[in-house]
C-alpha cells in the first residue's frame, strides 16, 4: 500500500472517504444486506402461519386473538363487509351482492334502501351488465312474513327503513359487493382454551353442514421450522449434501496441487512465459455453463474420449459414461470440469504470492543444496500460507456454488448439488421458502468452513510464535 | 532466479571444488529448465486441447458434430453451419442482446460506483477503514445463489421481476466488491507522492488527480470493467432465476439445455467462451494487479 495522507490533523475529521464510498455502502444495503435478510428469513417463517380473529366484522377492529392455520372452528355466525375490488379477484372469497333500491314502500311513500341481491329480480340492465330496474322476488312458504325490509346499511344488522310488497318495481341506484365475515370460535389445541372472533371468508374453509369450518390459511407470520423439515426430507437433500462434500473434497485439493504447479511454471522464467501465463489464465474468465458443456462433448457416449480410445485400441466399443449406472463417471467428468475451469484463479493468487517472496531467500535455499521439494515443503509453502489461506477460503465458497457443470453433465438428477437444489425448488416447485432454506445451508456452510480456515491458520501462527 | 548469464560474468578463480558445484547447479537448473517445458506444455495442452475440441465442433457440419469417432479441425470439413444453426435458434440473438445489455449495464454502474470507493480504501486512512474492506471483501465471498433468492422476492414484490433492469441491478451487487477492491488496489498502485508532487508544482487536488493518476490508472480501471463484463456475462444463476421471458444467452442455453441437440449445445458453449479469451488476452497484464491485491 503506498503512502497515505496523514497531516490532516486529529481534530478536524476528513469526510471525503466517508463520501467516496458512500454509494457503494448504499448500494450494498440496498441491494444485498437489506434482501439478504428479508430473504433468508422466508425460510424459517411462515407469512400465512396464523389468523387473527377480530373483535368486529372489520379489519380496523381490534384483534381478539390468533388461531394457527388448519385449526378447526365453529362458526357462529356471518356478515357481509365492504371490500377493497382488488381483493375480490383473490380466490376463494365469498360474497354477498347487495343493491340499493328506490321503490315505494307498503306505506306509500318513496324510500330508498338496501336489499340482498336475492330479494330482487333484475328485469333492466345497462350495456354493460350494470343492473338498472327491477322488481321485488315474492317470498314462498307459510308463516313468512310476505314483506322485503329494505335497510340503511349493505347490512341485515342496520336499522329498517321500510317494507316492499311483492313484484313491486324497483330502480336499482347502486351495487355494493360485500365480503362474508364469520364469527368463528376455535381452541389452539384440543380441550384449550376458546378464542372468539370475526375473521374474512377467503381465509376459512366451511364445511357441508355450515356449522364448522377450517382455517384454510392465515394472515399472520410467525416462525416455522416446516420448510428446514421440508427441505430436510426431499429425497434429493442427502444425496446433493453428500455429493457437494465429496466434489469439494476431491477438488480442492486437486486444484491446489495443480494451481502451485502452473504457479512455479509461471515463476521459472522459462521463455514465452507471458504466453504461459495467458494460456492458463483463459478458463479464468470462462462461463461455467460452457465449460460444463465442453466436457460433456468429451464424455458423451459419441464423444471426444470413446474416439479416442476407440484410436488406441483400449476398447471396442463406445461406452456410456453419463448415465445413471455410472455415476463415478459422472463426478470423475464433474471434477475435471471444475478442475479445468477454477484452477486459474488459484493459481493467480499462487503466483501473487509467490511474487512476494524475496529472491534471496529462495537463492539462499538452493544454495545450501535444498532441492526442488525441499524449497517447496520448507520454504515457499510457508511463505505461502496466506496467499493460500485466502485461495482456500474463496475456492471452498465457490466450490458450494458449483451449479451449470453439474446440469450440463448428469442433466441435474443422477448427480445432484446444493445450488442445483436451489434451483429445482425455486423454479421447479416454485417453492421459494424452501428455496432459501437451501440457500442458507449453503451461507451456513461457507461460513463455517471459512472461520475454521481462519482459525487454523491463526492457532498456527500463535503456535510459531 | 540466478540465470546462466550471471555465473559467467564472475570470472574470479574458483577452487576445484567450487567449480564442481558450479557445475552440478548449471546442469541442475538445465534439467529443471526442460523439466519445467515439460511440465509447461502439458499443462497448455490441458487447457488448449478442451477449447480446440469444442471449437471443433462449433465450427463445422452438423453431420460432422453427430458422426462418431468424431475428428477436429483441421482434419473435418470447415463450415459455418453449426454455428448458423445456434444463432437462428430461438431467443439466441434476443439472448445475446439482453447479455450485452445486461452485462454494459452492470460495468458502468459497478465502475461508477466502485471507483470512489477504490479511491478512498487506497488514499485515505479513516476509522472504519479496515471494517469497510473486510466487509465488501466477505461480500464478494457470499454465494451467489444465496443472494439470489432473496433478491428475487424483493423484485416480485417491486414488480420488477423478469426484466433486464433487474438482472443488471443483480449482477451490479454481485460484481461491486470484487471491483472496488481491484479499484482499490490499481489506485494503489500509483504512487501517492505523484500526485503530491503535482500538487506541489501548484495543480489543485482535482487537477493533480485528472492530469497525474487518472492516465496512470485508466488501464487498469479499464481492465476491471472488462472483468466485471466477463463476470456478468457468464453469469446463469441469478440470470435463470430471474428472468423468464427475457432470458440473457446463458440462461436461454442453460433453459433449453435438455431438449437441444448437440449441435446447438457445442456451438453455444464456443460462442459463450470467445469473450473469455479475447478478454483475458486483454487484460493478461493486469491479472495479478487485480487477484494479488485483492488477497491482501
Same mark, same amino acid.
Given at each position: 500500500m503506498s503512502t497515505v495522507p $496523514? $497531516?490532516?490533523? !486529529? !481534530? !478536524?475529521?476528513?469526510?471525503a472517504p466517508y463520501l467516496l464510498i458512500l454509494p457503494s455502502l448504499v448500494y450494498l444495503a440496498v441491494f444485498f444486506a437489506w434482501p439478504m435478510v428479508r430473504g433468508l428469513t422466508l425460510a424459517v417463517? @411462515?407469512?400465512?402461519?396464523r389468523l387473527s380473529l377480530q373483535v368486529e366484522a372489520t379489519a380496523e377492529s381490534d384483534t381478539a386473538g390468533t388461531l394457527p392455520q388448519g385449526t378447526t372452528v365453529d362458526i357462529l355466525d356471518q356478515q357481509g363487509n365492504k371490500v377493497p375490488?382488488?381483493?375480490?379477484?383473490?380466490?376463494?372469497l365469498l360474497t354477498e351482492i347487495w343493491y340499493q333500491v328506490r321503490a315505494e314502500s307498503v306505506e306509500g311513500e318513496e324510500v330508498t334502501g338496501w336489499v340482498p341481491e336475492s330479494r330482487i329480480r333484475v328485469r333492466e340492465e345497462a350495456d354493460d351488465g350494470t343492473p338498472l330496474g327491477g322488481t321485488v322476488r315474492s317470498k314462498l312458504g307459510e308463516n313468512v312474513d310476505p314483506l322485503t325490509s329494505l335497510f340503511t346499511?349493505?347490512?341485515?344488522?342496520s336499522e329498517v327503513i321500510g317494507q316492499l310488497e311483492s313484484r313491486v318495481q324497483v330502480s336499482i341506484e347502486g351495487v355494493s359487493i360485500l365480503e362474508v365475515w364469520y364469527l368463528i370460535s376455535g381452541a389452539e389445541e384440543e380441550g384449550g382454551e376458546a378464542v372468539e372472533g370475526w375473521a374474512p371468508s377467503r381465509y376459512i374453509q366451511v364445511f357441508e353442514d355450515e356449522i364448522q369450518g377450517r382455517i384454510d390459511r392465515g394472515n399472520t407470520g410467525a416462525f416455522t421450522t416446516t420448510y428446514l423439515e421440508k427441505m430436510v426430507n426431499d429425497r434429493f437433500f442427502w444425496p446433493a449434501v453428500r455429493s457437494t462434500l465429496l466434489l469439494m473434497v476431491i477438488i480442492i485439493p486437486i486444484q491446489f496441487i495443480l494451481a502451485i504447479i502452473m504457479a512455479l511454471v509461471i515463476q521459472a522464467n522459462l521463455r514465452g512465459t507471458g504466453f504461459f501465463l495467458y494460456v492458463f489464465a483463459i478458463p479464468l474468465a470462462a462461463s461455467d455453463l460452457a465449460v460444463g458443456i465442453v466436457w460433456f462433448s468429451i464424455f458423451t457416449t459419441n464423444g471426444y474420449l470413446n474416439t479416442i480410445l476407440m484410436g488406441l485400441g483400449i476398447i471396442d466399443s463406445p461406452v456410456t459414461y453419463l448415465s445413471a449406472e455410472t455415476r463415478y463417471w459422472i463426478i470423475i467428468a464433474i471434477v475435471l470440469a471444475e478442475v479445468w475451469r477454477a484452477t486459474s484463479i488459484v493459481m493467480v493468487i499462487v503466483v501473487s504470492g509467490l511474487q512476494a517472496i524475496s529472491n534471496e531467500v529462495l537463492e539462499a535455499a538452493e544454495l545450501f543444496g535444498a532441492g526442488l521439494w525441499q524449497r517447496l515443503r520448507h520454504v515457499i509453502l510457508p511463505l505461502l500460507r496466506p496467499s493460500l489461506q485466502v485461495a482456500l477460503i474463496l475456492r471452498t465458497i465457490l466450490a458450494l456454488q458449483v451449479f451449470a457443470v453439474v446440469v450440463a453433465l448428469?442433466?441435474?438428477?443422477?448427480v445432484t448439488v446444493l445450488a442445483r437444489e436451489t434451483y429445482r425448488q425455486y423454479y @421447479?416447485?416454485?417453492?421459494l421458502n424452501v428455496a432459501a432454506a437451501y440457500a442458507g445451508l449453503i451461507l451456513l456452510i461457507s461460513m463455517v468452513s471459512a472461520v475454521f480456515y481462519l482459525r487454523t491458520i491463526r492457532t498456527q501462527e500463535e503456535a510459531a510464535a | 532466479m540466478t540465470t546462466i548469464a550471471d555465473h559467467q560474468v564472475t570470472k574470479v578463480e574458483a577452487s576445484e571444488e567450487v567449480k564442481a558445484i558450479h557445475r552440478k547447479m548449471l546442469r541442475r537448473q538445465k534439467i529443471s529448465k526442460g523439466f519445467g517445458y515439460l511440465v509447461a506444455i502439458i499443462i497448455l495442452l490441458w487447457i488448449l486441447v478442451p477449447i480446440w475440441f469444442i471449437g471443433s465442433m462449433a465450427l463445422t457440419t452438423q453431420e460432422n458434430v453427430r458422426a462418431f469417432p468424431k475428428g477436429v479441425l483441421p482434419f473435418i470439413e470447415f463450415s459455418l453451419e453449426t454455428m448458423q444453426f445456434f444463432l437462428s435458434s430461438e431467443g439466441i440473438i434476443p439472448g445475446i442482446i439482453n447479455s450485452v445489455t445486461v452485462a454494459v449495464i452492470t460495468l458502468v454502474l459497478s465502475t461508477l460506483i466502485a471507483a470512489p470507493a477504490g479511491y478512498a480504501i487506497s488514499r485515505y486512512i479513516f476509522r472504519g477503514r479496515d471494517t469497510y474492506r473486510l466487509s465488501v471483501l466477505m461480500v464478494r465471498a457470499f454465494p451467489i445463489v444465496v443472494l439470489a433468492i432473496p433478491l428475487v422476492v424483493v423484485f416480485i414484490n417491486f414488480g420488477i421481476f423478469d426484466s433486464i433492469y433487474s438482472l443488471a441491478l443483480m449482477h451490479t451487487a454481485l460484481t461491486l466488491p470484487t471491483t472496488i477492491l481491484i479499484i482499490g488496489s490499481v489506485f494503489a498502485s500509483v504512487p501517492y507522492e505523484l500526485e503530491e508532487a503535482a500538487k506541489v508544482f501548484g495543480c489543485t487536488p482535482f487537477q493533480a488527480f485528472r492530469q497525474v493518476v487518472l492516465p496512470l490508472v485508466l488501464p487498469g480501471i479499464a481492465a476491471a470493467a472488462i472483468f466485471t463484463f466477463v463476470m456478468s456475462w457468464n453469469e446463469v444463476f441469478a440470470a435463470s432465476v430471474l428472468t423468464i421471458q427475457n432470458r440473457t444467452l446463458p440462461a436461454q442455453v442453460f433453459n433449453t439445455l435438455s431438449q437441444s441437440s448437440q449441435a446447438y449445445q457445442f456451438a453455444g458453449a464456443f460462442f459463450m467462451l470467445i469473450p473469455s479469451m479475447i478478454f483475458i488476452f486483454i487484460i493478461r497484464r493486469y491479472l495479478f494487479n487485480m487477484w494479488g491485491q485483492v488477497t491482501k
Amino acid at each position: 500500500m503506498s503512502t497515505v495522507p $496523514t $497531516t490532516q490533523g !486529529k !481534530k !478536524k475529521i476528513n469526510w471525503a472517504p466517508y463520501l467516496l464510498i458512500l454509494p457503494s455502502l448504499v448500494y450494498l444495503a440496498v441491494f444485498f444486506a437489506w434482501p439478504m435478510v428479508r430473504g433468508l428469513t422466508l425460510a424459517v417463517w @411462515d407469512d400465512e402461519a396464523r389468523l387473527s380473529l377480530q373483535v368486529e366484522a372489520t379489519a380496523e377492529s381490534d384483534t381478539a386473538g390468533t388461531l394457527p392455520q388448519g385449526t378447526t372452528v365453529d362458526i357462529l355466525d356471518q356478515q357481509g363487509n365492504k371490500v377493497p375490488l382488488e381483493d375480490i379477484e383473490e380466490g376463494n372469497l365469498l360474497t354477498e351482492i347487495w343493491y340499493q333500491v328506490r321503490a315505494e314502500s307498503v306505506e306509500g311513500e318513496e324510500v330508498t334502501g338496501w336489499v340482498p341481491e336475492s330479494r330482487i329480480r333484475v328485469r333492466e340492465e345497462a350495456d354493460d351488465g350494470t343492473p338498472l330496474g327491477g322488481t321485488v322476488r315474492s317470498k314462498l312458504g307459510e308463516n313468512v312474513d310476505p314483506l322485503t325490509s329494505l335497510f340503511t346499511e349493505e347490512n341485515e344488522d342496520s336499522e329498517v327503513i321500510g317494507q316492499l310488497e311483492s313484484r313491486v318495481q324497483v330502480s336499482i341506484e347502486g351495487v355494493s359487493i360485500l365480503e362474508v365475515w364469520y364469527l368463528i370460535s376455535g381452541a389452539e389445541e384440543e380441550g384449550g382454551e376458546a378464542v372468539e372472533g370475526w375473521a374474512p371468508s377467503r381465509y376459512i374453509q366451511v364445511f357441508e353442514d355450515e356449522i364448522q369450518g377450517r382455517i384454510d390459511r392465515g394472515n399472520t407470520g410467525a416462525f416455522t421450522t416446516t420448510y428446514l423439515e421440508k427441505m430436510v426430507n426431499d429425497r434429493f437433500f442427502w444425496p446433493a449434501v453428500r455429493s457437494t462434500l465429496l466434489l469439494m473434497v476431491i477438488i480442492i485439493p486437486i486444484q491446489f496441487i495443480l494451481a502451485i504447479i502452473m504457479a512455479l511454471v509461471i515463476q521459472a522464467n522459462l521463455r514465452g512465459t507471458g504466453f504461459f501465463l495467458y494460456v492458463f489464465a483463459i478458463p479464468l474468465a470462462a462461463s461455467d455453463l460452457a465449460v460444463g458443456i465442453v466436457w460433456f462433448s468429451i464424455f458423451t457416449t459419441n464423444g471426444y474420449l470413446n474416439t479416442i480410445l476407440m484410436g488406441l485400441g483400449i476398447i471396442d466399443s463406445p461406452v456410456t459414461y453419463l448415465s445413471a449406472e455410472t455415476r463415478y463417471w459422472i463426478i470423475i467428468a464433474i471434477v475435471l470440469a471444475e478442475v479445468w475451469r477454477a484452477t486459474s484463479i488459484v493459481m493467480v493468487i499462487v503466483v501473487s504470492g509467490l511474487q512476494a517472496i524475496s529472491n534471496e531467500v529462495l537463492e539462499a535455499a538452493e544454495l545450501f543444496g535444498a532441492g526442488l521439494w525441499q524449497r517447496l515443503r520448507h520454504v515457499i509453502l510457508p511463505l505461502l500460507r496466506p496467499s493460500l489461506q485466502v485461495a482456500l477460503i474463496l475456492r471452498t465458497i465457490l466450490a458450494l456454488q458449483v451449479f451449470a457443470v453439474v446440469v450440463a453433465l448428469s442433466g441435474g438428477d443422477i448427480v445432484t448439488v446444493l445450488a442445483r437444489e436451489t434451483y429445482r425448488q425455486y423454479y @421447479d416447485f416454485r417453492n421459494l421458502n424452501v428455496a432459501a432454506a437451501y440457500a442458507g445451508l449453503i451461507l451456513l456452510i461457507s461460513m463455517v468452513s471459512a472461520v475454521f480456515y481462519l482459525r487454523t491458520i491463526r492457532t498456527q501462527e500463535e503456535a510459531a510464535a | 532466479m540466478t540465470t546462466i548469464a550471471d555465473h559467467q560474468v564472475t570470472k574470479v578463480e574458483a577452487s576445484e571444488e567450487v567449480k564442481a558445484i558450479h557445475r552440478k547447479m548449471l546442469r541442475r537448473q538445465k534439467i529443471s529448465k526442460g523439466f519445467g517445458y515439460l511440465v509447461a506444455i502439458i499443462i497448455l495442452l490441458w487447457i488448449l486441447v478442451p477449447i480446440w475440441f469444442i471449437g471443433s465442433m462449433a465450427l463445422t457440419t452438423q453431420e460432422n458434430v453427430r458422426a462418431f469417432p468424431k475428428g477436429v479441425l483441421p482434419f473435418i470439413e470447415f463450415s459455418l453451419e453449426t454455428m448458423q444453426f445456434f444463432l437462428s435458434s430461438e431467443g439466441i440473438i434476443p439472448g445475446i442482446i439482453n447479455s450485452v445489455t445486461v452485462a454494459v449495464i452492470t460495468l458502468v454502474l459497478s465502475t461508477l460506483i466502485a471507483a470512489p470507493a477504490g479511491y478512498a480504501i487506497s488514499r485515505y486512512i479513516f476509522r472504519g477503514r479496515d471494517t469497510y474492506r473486510l466487509s465488501v471483501l466477505m461480500v464478494r465471498a457470499f454465494p451467489i445463489v444465496v443472494l439470489a433468492i432473496p433478491l428475487v422476492v424483493v423484485f416480485i414484490n417491486f414488480g420488477i421481476f423478469d426484466s433486464i433492469y433487474s438482472l443488471a441491478l443483480m449482477h451490479t451487487a454481485l460484481t461491486l466488491p470484487t471491483t472496488i477492491l481491484i479499484i482499490g488496489s490499481v489506485f494503489a498502485s500509483v504512487p501517492y507522492e505523484l500526485e503530491e508532487a503535482a500538487k506541489v508544482f501548484g495543480c489543485t487536488p482535482f487537477q493533480a488527480f485528472r492530469q497525474v493518476v487518472l492516465p496512470l490508472v485508466l488501464p487498469g480501471i479499464a481492465a476491471a470493467a472488462i472483468f466485471t463484463f466477463v463476470m456478468s456475462w457468464n453469469e446463469v444463476f441469478a440470470a435463470s432465476v430471474l428472468t423468464i421471458q427475457n432470458r440473457t444467452l446463458p440462461a436461454q442455453v442453460f433453459n433449453t439445455l435438455s431438449q437441444s441437440s448437440q449441435a446447438y449445445q457445442f456451438a453455444g458453449a464456443f460462442f459463450m467462451l470467445i469473450p473469455s479469451m479475447i478478454f483475458i488476452f486483454i487484460i493478461r497484464r493486469y491479472l495479478f494487479n487485480m487477484w494479488g491485491q485483492v488477497t491482501k
